[in-house]
């Protein structure tokens, strides 16, 4: 967390929580905390630690990915390039 910034889109955070991922916090502004919305970053590491989208639950799938899609600007398209990518590095490490 940076000062005062939300996690998922830099605006004024209204606090920090734990996210729904995981065991760990992250700053909010109100409208991510309200929409279900994850840092996007995270929201990549956990699909990719999970080995793709089919194996999250229908909420992180239904709620929270699209959610943080619309409050971050990014596209279906960017977080499947994203995850495509992050996998390809996972797995030349041997992850």
Do not use: H
Request: net charge negative.
């Amino acid at each position: 967390m940076s000062g005062n910034t939300c996690d998922v889109c830099g605006k004024t955070a209204a606090g920090v929580c734990c996210s729904a991922l995981g065991a760990v916090s992250f700053a909010y502004c109100g409208e991510c905390a309200a929409a279900g919305a994850e840092p996007y970053g995270i929201l990549v590491g956990t699909i990719v630690a999970l080995d793709g989208i089919e194996r999250v639950s229908e909420w992180t799938r239904d709620v929270c990915l699209p959610a943080t899609l619309a409050r971050t600007g990014k596209t279906r398209a960017d977080f499947d390039a994203a995850v495509q990518r992050e996998m390809a590095i996972w797995n030349e490490q041997g992850g």
